[in-house]
């Protein structure tokens, strides 16, 4: 099975693209949404998180209150840095066995999407990388629209992440995500025959 990790900064397109590999016979693995699973009542990171943060994080009905926790270490960013010593080591044994799960199940080509890719080193559980980039002037008209934030907000969330500089320089593809969406689509089919088609058995198309 081919691993590709997908990264890139807020709004560059990630989803977009992820959805776009999917329809090319991927399967995703969302490192967002293992972060939603890991944080299930009483399980392991559930326990830790809590030991760490203390029981005002929760919920009344015992859930993990994630506005609450990100109250928390986006203020501070030595407590971002615990949680992520707690969250990114059990988030990557979650990869790891969902890798597996999809390898038994005989398929080709994974792709764990993860905004946080190398910030966590899980650049080192794929077989390459890719990473969107949009424009910074584009991604704060997205974020306008999509999130209905403001031009200051927006900058101020691209400007916390890695440096887009960083991030491309230590990917294996850079997916330029500056124009329309046929646009992308077009760019992404030809990386596909270009990059995936000739590394496993079968390919769509
Ligand atoms: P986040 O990290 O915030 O989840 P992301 O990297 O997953 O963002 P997307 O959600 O894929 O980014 O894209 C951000 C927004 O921009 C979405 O509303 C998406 O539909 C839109 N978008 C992405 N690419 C394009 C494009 N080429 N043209 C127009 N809109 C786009």
Redesign the pocket.
Known sequence: MLTIGLT?G???????VAELLRAQGASIIDADRLGHEAYAPNSEAWQQVVAAFGEDILTTEGEIDRRKLGSIVFADPAQLERLNGIMHPLMARMVEDRKAGLAADGVEVAVVEA?VLFEAGWDKLVDEVWS?HTPADVVVE?LRQ?NGMTEEEARKRINSQMPAEERNGRSDVVVE?A???A??ESEVAALWQARVKGKVNQGNG
């Open positions: 890139g807020i709004g560059s397109g990630k989803s977009v905004a969107t997205r999509r995500n124009a329309d969406l646009d992308l």
